[in-house]
């Protein structure tokens, strides 16, 4: 199964714990049957747009997180979370590029 390495913008601590990189995992197959897609296409005029599943692409950021937990993520600055959140959807799209 393949894992990532998330490099932040800083030094966190939560919990006790002192980080600055997060471990993301590939998502399974039960990931992905109990969540469904993260985002789809949709046609627009002559166009596709990406529509997100917000909720779904939370859940699989929660799962997928392997060190140093999800709930020691909460203090993330939005360019870190976004970091985090692009990792783990990069794993949907060819190539590894999330759509963010």
Partial sequence: MAEKT???????????TVFDTVTVR???FEDL???????ELQRAGTQDVVIENTAAV???????????GAEKLG?????????VRGAVLDF?????????
Avoid: M, N
């Fill in 26 to 28: 590939e998502p399974r």
């Fill in 75 to 83: 203090e993330l600055s939005i360019a870190d979370a976004r970091k």
């Fill in 6 to 16: 998330v490099k932040l913008s800083r030094q966190y601590q939560a919990h006790d």
């Fill in 33 to 39: 049957l109990a969540l469904g897609e993260p985002f």
């Fill in 58 to 68: 939370a859940a699989y950021v929660r799962r997928c997180i392997v060190a140093p």
């Fill in 92 to 100: 949907f799209t060819p190539g590894g590029q999330s759509a963010d």
